[in-house]
């Protein structure tokens, strides 16, 4: 079988990150993240957020694998900026490099210029990679339980819990969202995006929705873009918006974000 862009980041990031290692050992890693500002609380926030609107993880991506170039003019502390002034509750940076252009510090410069807790989106499989996002300033760290065994997971969650972070975790099928119930955070993304096809449908959160535990938070991600999208996906319970693409795409960030905020559902869940 051929392998999916899932296999071929898995195989590179493994790779990155036993060279990380060699080039600066895990010990020097912990000082720096116990040296870096305090965490802010981002799954509080964003269920402080739903309490009376949305609460919008708004992402600054600059390209994708299915996508290519996403935004030519990316300054991350602008984009920071921006979306906080439209009412993002929190942010998603991508820092890897090779197939989202993303960087380590975008993620230092997004939080540096705003008052907003930050996700490191990247693709995590080692403790190392937790204490380098804390190190960097991130709030929460990503587990793909597509890429993970549930072993990984464990280990990853445990690691953010014991730096302070909060975990997104992201499932795509209802193995996975089984799988990703057994953890104790709080926030279940479900990623409309198939990230082995590239395939993206709002019909998995509106089908994985009714299968996700009462006591968690859950998260709608990818391919939403217009106040519908929200209002349809707040209809089978999600409230809470991971988005990238289609705010990268507009020119007057903070006013796309604003206006896709506005006017939030309030009525009952299917
Ligand atoms: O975005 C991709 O093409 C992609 C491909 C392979 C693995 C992950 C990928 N994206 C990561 C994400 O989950 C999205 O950046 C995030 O949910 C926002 O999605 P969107 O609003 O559609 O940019």
């Known amino acids: 079988m051929t392998d999916t862009i899932l296999d071929k980041i898995k195989a590179y990031k493994l790779e990155e990150v036993a060279a990380d290692k060699a080039a600066r050992p895990m010990a020097d890693i912990e000082a720096d993240a116990r040296d870096a500002p305090p965490v802010r609380p981002f799954a509080d926030a964003l269920h402080h957020a739903t309490l009376d609107g949305y609460g919008l993880i708004a992402e600054i991506k600059k390209a994708s694998p299915s996508k290519g170039l996403i935004r030519e003019d990316f300054d991350p502390a602008a984009l920071a900026r921006a979306y906080t002034a439209g009412g993002a509750a929190c942010l998603s940076v991508l820092t890897d490099t090779p197939s989202f252009q993303g960087a380590k510090d975008y993620l230092v410069q997004a939080r540096a210029a705003c008052d907003l807790p930050v996700l490191r989106k990247d693709f995590m499989y080692d403790p190392y990679q937790v204490a380098e996002a804390r ?9 793909i339980m597509a890429s993970v065994s549930d072993a ?3 280990e990853l969650e445990d690691t953010a819990t014991e730096w302070g972070m909060d975990a997104l975790l992201e499932v795509h099928d209802k193995a996975e969202l089984d799988r990703a119930s057994r953890l104790k955070s709080r926030l279940m993304g479900i990623n409309n995006r198939n990230l082995k096809t590239f395939e993206t449908t709002l019909d998995t959160t509106r089908e994985l929705s009714r299968d996700v535990p009462e006591d968690k938070l859950i998260v709608s991600e990818s391919g939403l873009s217009t106040p519908e999208d929200l209002a349809d996906m707040a209809r089978y319970g ?14 007057d960030v903070e006013t796309a974000t604003r206006q896709l905020l506005a006017n939030p559902m309030t009525g009952g869940v299917m």
């Open 152 to 154: 990984q997971a464990q």
């Open 238 to 251: 999600a409230r809470i918006f991971l988005i990238g693409e289609s705010l990268m795409r507009q020119q």
């Open 135 to 143: 190190a960097l300033g991130a709030d929460c760290i990503l587990i």
